[in-house]
């Protein structure tokens, strides 16, 4: 069974610190991994895609890594804001769009 | 160019009812899927419609059921609801198996 683990669960930093966050999948034919944002009760925002031929992506503070001999992507966030606060969630992508998520990690981000 | 939308926002129904939740996608977009995101975890995903057709499923019972529209918009309709049906169905629409894009969700509450 293909599997997506998120560690971990819940992170609290301090504003200004620098945030890593962990993503596992088992499944070593990856198409696509997708990184989201989601906010209390709301959808989710797509932050970084990256495809299976690339080892990361960036966009402004977020960059993302893909690994697939390991079977991990981690996405870093640099010097953390409040507004960073949310749930981030890593999914991975068969070659239709299907997506797998994770259970996602929430984060929070003290002034 | 709006987003992906969804109607209605809340939606309140008793067990054994039957519920019709509404999706548009994103301009030029025309792969739909749907997702149940029960609280405190990740999005599950439940179907995809492409070309009016269902592609894939996911592992949920024949009480859920969908449909899609010649202008690509989708229908989830759900029959018979359990307690275990309350959760939050996002829409998610791309062109084919490129970034997905998440709608705000419908909240169902089954009581």
């Known amino acids: 069974k293909q599997e997506v683990t998120q560690i971990p669960a819940a992170l609290s930093v301090p504003e200004g610190e620098n945030l890593v966050l962990n993503c596992s999948f088992t499944?070593?034919?990856?198409?696509?991994l997708q990184w989201f944002r989601q906010d209390p009760g709301k959808g989710l925002t797509s932050l970084l895609l990256i495809q299976s031929s690339q080892r990361e992506q960036t966009s402004g503070r977020l960059n993302a890594s893909l690994d697939k001999s390991s079977g991990r992507s981690t996405l870093y966030i640099a010097a953390s804001q409040p507004g960073d606060s949310a749930t981030y969630l890593c999914?991975?992508?068969?070659?239709?769009?299907?997506?797998?998520f994770g259970a996602g990690t929430q984060v929070v981000v003290t002034p | 160019d709006a987003g992906v939308t969804q109607s209605p926002t809340h939606l309140i129904k008793t067990r054994g009812q039957q519920v019709t939740l509404r999706c548009s996608p994103k301009?030029?977009?025309?792969?739909v899927s749907w997702y149940q995101q029960a609280l405190g975890q990740g999005p599950q995903f439940i179907f995809q419609?492409?070309?009016?057709?269902?592609?894939q499923r996911g592992n949920f019972p024949d009480r859920f059921s969908g449909h899609q529209f010649p202008n690509y918009s989708s229908e989830l309709n759900v029959n018979a609801l359990l307690l275990g049906d309350s959760a939050l169905y996002l829409c998610a629409s791309s062109p084919g198996s490129d970034t997905q894009y998440f709608g705000p969700g419908t909240r169902l509450t089954v009581l």
């Open positions: 301009s030029g977009h025309d792969t």
């Open positions: 419609y492409y070309e009016e057709e269902e592609r």
């Open positions: 999914a991975q992508t068969d070659s239709w769009g299907k997506l797998q």
């Open positions: 499944d070593s034919a990856i198409y696509n």
